[in-house]
C-alpha cells in the first residue's frame, strides 16, 4: 500500500495537490504550519494508489510516496 507524507513545514498551501488528486482524498489541514499556512495532508491514507499525480503537481515538492 502507497503512503503519502508531507512535509508539512514547507507546504504554503496552494492546494494544487488537492485539485489533482483523483480520489479527492487530501485536504488542507486546519492547523497552521510555521510560516502560516495550512499545509496540505491525506484525509484517508487506504484510498491511496500511489498515483503520484498529487506529487507531481506540487511546485515545491512537499509529497513523497512511499511503498
Known amino acids: 500500500m502507497a503512503r503519502l507524507v508531507f512535509q508539512e513545514e514547507r507546504c504554503k498551501g496552494c492546494e494544487l495537490c488537492k485539485d489533482a488528486c483523483p480520489k479527492g482524498i487530501i485536504v488542507m489541514a486546519e492547523r497552521f504550519n510555521e ?33
Do not use: F, L, Q, T
Open 35 to 67: 510560516k502560516g499556512y495550512h499545509p496540505a495532508v491525506c484525509s484517508d491514507a487506504e484510498k491511496c494508489v500511489g498515483c503520484a499525480i498529487c506529487a507531481k503537481a506540487c511546485p515545491d515538492i512537499v509529497i513523497e510516496i512511499m511503498e
